[in-house]
């Protein structure tokens, strides 16, 4: 989609400091991080949300987000995946993304 922001990111027409990249995948952290690490995961593909994806690219951002956390020190002391989607969830950019928190002690649900 040519007016889409993250096509844009994936295209490398907007500048983002981009942290991972495979064929499918590309992650890059977040202009206005809510935790010391905030990073979204996007399929290079474009679609508005996540029930717009079908299985294959579900797996493949998970895949890569598994890998990434992984080889980074996240994923033993923990992170939160978060996909906003429509208007009461305050989704803003229509390319499906996953908000990958983490690098320090995030709030609970019940606090
Ligand atoms: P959401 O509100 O779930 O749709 O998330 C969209 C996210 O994109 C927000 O957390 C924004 O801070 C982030 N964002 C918007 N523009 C950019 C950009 N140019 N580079 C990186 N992140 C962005
Ligand atoms: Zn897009």
């Given at each position: 989609m040519s007016e889409c922001l993250f096509c844009k990111i994936v295209k490398g027409e907007i500048k983002a400091?981009?942290?991972f990249e495979n064929d499918s995948v590309c992650?890059?952290?977040d202009?206005?991080?809510?935790?010391?690490?905030?990073?979204?995961?996007?399929n290079k593909q474009h679609t508005c949300n996540v029930n717009e994806m079908?299985?294959?690219?579900?797996g493949q951002?998970?895949?890569?987000?598994a890998e990434?956390?992984?080889s980074n020190n996240l994923s033993k002391s923990g992170?939160?995946?978060?996909?906003?989607?429509?208007?009461?969830?305050?989704?803003s950019v229509f390319h499906a993304h996953f908000h990958v928190?983490?690098?320090?002690?995030?709030?609970g649900f019940g606090s």
């Open positions: 400091n981009k942290v992650a890059f952290e202009i206005n991080p809510q935790a010391k690490v905030h990073l979204l995961f996007i079908n299985e294959a690219e579900i951002v998970f895949k890569a987000i990434f956390t992984t992170f939160r995946v978060v996909t906003n989607t429509g208007p009461d969830a305050c989704q928190l983490g690098g320090e002690q995030l709030a």
